[in-house]
């Protein structure tokens, strides 16, 4: 069975400051990463995915992933945030070989970008 | 976007009572899900439809049922309401082979009292 975890709950940082969100996964099999981001009383977005190939992954809004199988870990990074980007994120895991498409996601990391 | 919406988005009910929150989608896609949002646990699956009146249990399924009579509907139970069903309930959709997430409902916010 896959699992997620996130190891930050929240993280504070000032707007145009360099920012990353960290998120590891156990599988024994070979996965899918997604990351989700979450506005205030919103559902949930898709951010960015790795299927395979580059392990370098661009995605909406300029935030970019890094897949790390050797320390399976999926950490989300964005140069430079804006006070707009102040949401919850959550890091999502699926068995590529899943015939269900179940998704297993983390707890979650709430960015609070600050003025 | 994807035409996916729940209802309602918001209601109180009391311990006890059944309630029914309705997922519809206009996607046509196979896979439905329902998972639950609640803070330090991020969302768990309850139950999952992989075509009509096919579906299965997630890792939270007690006290929660499912239906899916029609492509487009999937209905999450409760059979009798507790406190501890208090959270944000969200409604997604899959189809096999497009882009391999998910496309997620506004989510409908029940308050147990």
């Known amino acids: 069975a896959q699992s997620v975890t996130q190891l930050d709950s929240q993280v504070p940082v000032f707007e145009e400051a360099p920012v990353e969100l960290r998120c590891n996964y156990s599988?024994?099999?070979?996965?899918?990463l997604f990351w989700y981001v979450q506005y205030p009383n919103q559902g949930l977005q898709l951010l960015l995915k790795?299927?395979?190939?580059?392990?370098l992954v661009k995605g909406i809004n300029g935030f970019e992933a890094e897949f790390n199988k050797s320390q399976t870990s999926f950490h989300l990074r964005k140069p430079s945030v804006h006070i707009s980007d102040t949401a919850e994120y959550f890091c999502a895991v699926r068995e590529s070989s899943s015939n269900t498409g179940k998704l297993i996601f983390g707890q979650g990391t709430t960015l609070q970008v600050k003025p | 976007d994807a035409g996916i919406t729940q209802s309602p988005r918001h209601k109180v009910t009391e311990t006890g009572t059944p309630v029914t929150l309705r997922c519809h989608q206009t996607e046509n896609h196979r896979y439905m899900y329902w998972y639950r949002q609640d803070p330090g646990h991020g969302l768990r699956l309850i139950h999952y439809s992989y075509g009509v009146k096919d579906t299965d249990k997630g890792e939270v399924s007690d006290g929660y049922s499912v239906s899916r009579s029609k492509t487009e509907d999937f209905l999450l139970t409760l059979e009798s309401a507790t406190s501890s069903q208090t959270s944000v309930y969200f409604c997604?959709?899959?189809?096999?082979?497009?882009?391999?997430?998910?496309?997620f409902g506004s989510g409908t916010r029940l308050t147990v009292v």
């Open positions: 790795y299927l395979s190939g580059s392990t």
């Open positions: 599988s024994s099999v070979s996965v899918y």
């Open positions: 997604a959709i899959s189809e096999p082979g497009f882009n391999y997430g998910y496309t």
